[in-house]
């Protein structure tokens, strides 16, 4: 039986932008394994699985009902044990939990102000109000008001991408020879941002561009199929 994964949708249920997702769906497609995606949006997500999350990422395998892209890598690692490692071991586990501090900690922040009111855009109408609703109470201020200015966020993000840089100056992956589910954690977050925001401000060349394009074409070119921003 096929896994279902549901994940996060726009208007155009098409529009899969989730970071946290696409963790999710690359470290299935690491594994080899067949799911079916289920896209939801915003206000749908508390009616999932009879109310099991209030976010998705959430998995369906047989009777087991899981949410939180981390929690799916170990629980994937761990019943499929014979497919491709998403971790190669516990300094794997260490590093990914390294990787996912920083990742949220400085990456997400600045690709939110990025890409926020690109994000409200591209939502169903009960999912604008939602949306704006509770990123305008968290951040204190309009959508409208991140938006300007957002130019110097691109500088910022480049900065904040330089550990990562210098890594795959010596290796094509954070993982080494081949990605883990660290990568997939990074990975996550520029997708979110390729498909969604409107500013360029992706490295159109070096370490970091040829490492994404690489992943991009992974999975008979999962991620470079996915549509991104207009």
Not at 28 to 43: N, Y
Not at 153 to 171: D, G, I, N, T, Y
Not at 200 to 217: S, V
Request: proline share 5%; aromatic share 10%; with cysteine.
């Amino acid at each position: 039986m096929s896994i279902i994964l549901y994940e996060l949708c726009g208007a155009d249920e098409s529009h899969l932008f989730s970071p946290h997702c696409w963790k999710t769906r690359m470290s299935l497609a690491h594994k080899g394994l067949d799911f079916t995606s289920l896209p939801t949006s915003f206000t749908q997500v508390p009616k999932i699985e009879d109310g099991a999350t209030k976010a998705v990422p959430l998995i369906k395998d047989g009777d087991t009902v899981l949410s939180d892209s981390y929690e799916i890598a170990k629980y994937l690692e761990d019943t499929y044990p014979d497919a491709p490692t998403l971790f190669g071991g516990e300094g794997g586990i260490a590093l990914t939990n390294f990787v996912i501090n920083w990742s949220q900690s400085q990456l997400h922040p600045l690709i939110g102000g990025l890409a926020m009111k690109d994000i409200y855009d591209i939502l169903a109408d009960e999912d604008q109000i939602y949306f704006r609703s509770d990123r305008e109470a968290k951040i204190k201020m309009t959508l409208e008001q991140l938006h300007d200015g957002r130019e110097a966020k691109v500088e910022m993000l480049s900065k904040a991408l330089l550990p990562l840089k210098l890594m795959l100056k010596s290796q094509p992956y954070i993982g080494g020879e081949s990605p883990l589910f660290a990568d997939y954690v990074v990975f996550g977050a520029l997708q979110w941002m390729r498909m969604t925001c409107t500013i360029n401000a992706m490295p159109a060349k070096g370490e970091i561009a040829d490492w994404f394009n690489r992943l991009l074409d992974m999975y008979d070119g999962m991620g470079r199929s996915a549509k991104a921003a207009a």
